[in-house]
């Protein structure tokens, strides 16, 4: 059984090693990069199944590598920084992170958070084509179809469908919607579910799909199969 390939891009030293320990300890393989070059490199011929990214990093910006990172690899990406605001953390996740951790951190909660972004890449995999009535997403190739159309949709609105689909017929809080989409307690509230869903339902509207995502009093939404 081979082990999960992590790569961790930090340029302290002190820092990296610890978290190669932590990650070592997993049972998971760990590459350390120190700059943007080495890690979009170490990206593209290893091919790892989780990044951790720090963003102060030398010559580039590190939402800018996290941004290539994406664009060459589905693997979970994890920031991990000092950068704490909440505009800092809405710049990441936009920019393709799963999730967002604030140093100093615990190594404990690192490792959770890591568990818990691998899980929801690997229920991503199991299940590759979702349906709902003429709705069909690909979690693969990242598409979706209605009634033979292409949808195009954001990263998040795409995972927010997909979060969807997965558990459809069920009503779900926006607490769950939030820790199962956005990985963490979203700092900016949970009213970021209800402006995601908007964006949804508009873009599903205009392929004609109405009435897929239902609002349920005092818990929060559902996505039904039409009737």
Not at 30 to 48: F, K, Q, S, Y
Not at 198 to 216: A, D, W
Request: net charge neutral; aromatic share 6%; glycine share 8%.
């Amino acid at each position: 059984m081979t082990s999960t390939r992590v790569l961790v891009v930090e340029d302290d030293r002190d820092v990296a090693k610890a978290l190669v320990l932590e990650l070592g300890h997993a049972g998971w393989e760990v590459r350390v990069e120190a700059d943007a070059p080495g890690a979009l490199a170490t990206n593209r011929e290893w091919a790892p199944e989780l990044i951790l990214l720090d963003l102060g990093l030398p010559t580039i910006d590190g939402i800018e590598v996290c941004r290539r990172l994406r664009r060459d690899s589905p693997a979970p990406i994890l920031i991990v920084t000092a950068r704490g605001e909440v505009e800092d953390r809405v710049r990441g996740l936009d920019a393709g992170a799963d999730d967002y951790l604030v140093k100093p951190f615990s190594l404990d909660e690192l490792a959770a958070r890591a568990r818990s972004a691998l899980r929801r890449s690997l229920m991503r995999d199991a299940g590759q084509r979702l349906r709902a009535g003429p709705l069909v997403l690909d979690a693969a190739a990242r598409t979706v179809v209605c009634a033979g159309q292409p949808v195009e949709l954001t990263r998040r609105e795409f995972d927010l469908l997909e979060f969807f689909m997965r558990h459809k017929e069920r009503a779900l809080g926006r607490p769950t919607i939030l820790s199962g989409v956005w990985g963490f307690e979203f700092l900016g509230g949970s009213n970021v579910v209800d402006v995601y869903v908007r964006y949804l339902r508009r873009k599903l509207e205009r392929v004609g799909q109405k009435r897929l995502i239902e609002t349920v009093r005092g818990i929060g939404y559902a996505l039904r199969e039409p009737t």
